[in-house]
């Protein structure tokens, strides 16, 4: 935009003695003409000539006036030679507008000019450096309100090259900045935020899980030696509960540690072997009500996943163990798909609810509250381990009744 308008005859201007003509010229090009001669007047403003402006500095204006963002000429001196039609607009309603010259007086409503790194002034930046800049200011409308703009200036030099000042355009970001300054505070606040859960966690972990494992171990002892029954029925009810505020502390931590996990290491798994291993493990608990496990299906190759994947597995065998009546069977399936593989964990218990359905993947969140134990975390643990996983975990409903979970994830 520089190298246009110099090359149309608007050039730089300097002081000169007559005070009717505010400036002389210091052509740029071919054209010995100033701001004034082309026909602009105070900011811009057309005034009669005895003779018309060359067609190419016309059409300039012409171009100039069309253009949506505010466009001004400001020489060396901070005095502003021409605004076009937006930035004469943006200016209309200042009452002083007519009587002010500097750039700081128009936008900046002071009278001296901009400094310092917060409000760098384009035009001495422009001079150090000798090139076009770009800067945030904050600019007073003609309605007096601060707006936030993006001043983009480039330099105008005469024709011995000597820097005259600049022609800079502005464009309105304040919303931006706005929602940019919304972001930064809810960064900090984000950060506090983390900060203090991370500090609950380590309560949680250190200074709680210590005395309830002296209430547990405290209650084992008496139940050891107590003969008395209403005594070991206490004493049993307080080893329960301090069992379950060990499990609720340490699930709730691991809760909290995935959560403010971005991933989890991952390397070449044989899935088939982690669930059948898993499957192994909770075998005594599901004899003990009669249970048959079963797994068909097989999946020949590897899945990228981490260790902690095989308590997902665990949690959903275990939990299909705990809600399914005596004497029934749990099918366990492993099937592969087009890109990855999928494992489902059918039981016949008394199903899920369809609004329950996503319900129970959320954080203490238990459907049966009665004698089953547990503490509402562990579907939420496996949720997210899959999530890390990039995965997918939810429920159906079995054919015949029961509830189907699945499993979904990615090949090697």
């Known amino acids: 935009m520089a190298d246009l308008m110099q090359d149309a005859g608007i050039m ?3 002081p000169c003695a007559d005070p009717d003509s505010a400036y002389e010229s210091i052509p740029a090009s071919g054209f010995e003409l100033t701001m004034s001669e082309a026909g602009a007047g105070s900011h811009g403003k057309r005034r009669p000539q005895p003779g018309l402006p060359p067609p190419r500095v016309q059409m300039l204006e012409t171009v100039l006036d069309e253009l949506a963002e505010p466009i001004s000429v400001i020489d060396a001196d901070y005095r502003v030679n021409y605004m076009n039609r937006a930035a004469r607009e943006l200016f209309s309603h200042n009452t002083d507008f007519l009587g002010l010259s500097l750039c700081h007086q128009i936008s900046h409503r002071r009278s001296t000019p901009c400094s310092g790194v917060d409000h760098p002034c384009p035009v001495t930046r422009v001079r150090e450096t000798g090139c076009s800049v770009r800067v945030l200011h904050e600019h007073y409308d003609g309605q007096g309100a601060k707006r936030v703009v993006e001043i983009i200036a480039s330099p105008l030099r005469g024709r011995d090259e000597d820097f005259c000042g600049i022609i800079e355009s502005q464009r309105d970001v304040t919303a931006r900045e706005r929602a940019n300054e919304k972001i930064k505070r809810y960064a900090v606040e984000l950060e506090r935020s983390n900060r203090l859960k991370d500090l609950f966690i380590d309560i949680m972990r250190h200074d709680l899980l210590s005395p309830a ?22 004493l049993d009810m307080i080893h329960r509960s301090s069992q379950r505020m060990i499990e609720l502390i340490q699930n709730a931590s691991a809760l909290a540690k995935l959560e403010s996990e971005g991933q989890l290491p991952l390397e070449p798994t044989d899935i088939e072997a982690m669930i059948m291993a898993a499957a192994r493990d909770l075998g005594p608990d599901a004899e003990e009500k009669g249970i048959r496990l079963t797994i068909t299906g097989g999946f020949a190759g590897s899945v990228p996943a981490n260790p902690l994947l095989a308590s997902v597995f665990s949690n959903l065998i275990g939990n299909a163990v705990k809600y399914s009546p005596e004497n029934s069977e749990i099918l366990i399936a492993i099937a592969r798909e087009d890109r990855g593989c999928r494992i489902s964990v059918t039981d016949r218990g008394e199903g899920i609810p369809d609004p329950a359905k996503e319900k129970i993947f959320t954080r203490f969140t238990r459907l049966h509250k009665g004698v089953v134990k547990g503490t509402g975390l562990g579907l939420a643990i496996a949720k997210r381990i899959v999530e890390l996983h990039e995965g997918r975990v939810w429920v159906e409903d079995a054919p015949g009744g029961g509830s189907v979970f699945l499993v979904q994830l990615a090949c090697a």
Do not use: F, N, P, Q
Request: contains cysteine; neutral net charge.
């Open 213 to 234: 494992g002296v209430i547990r171990s405290a209650a084992a002892l008496g139940l050891r030696d107590e003969t008395d029954a209403l005594k070991r029925e206490d």
């Open 12 to 14: 730089c201007l300097k």
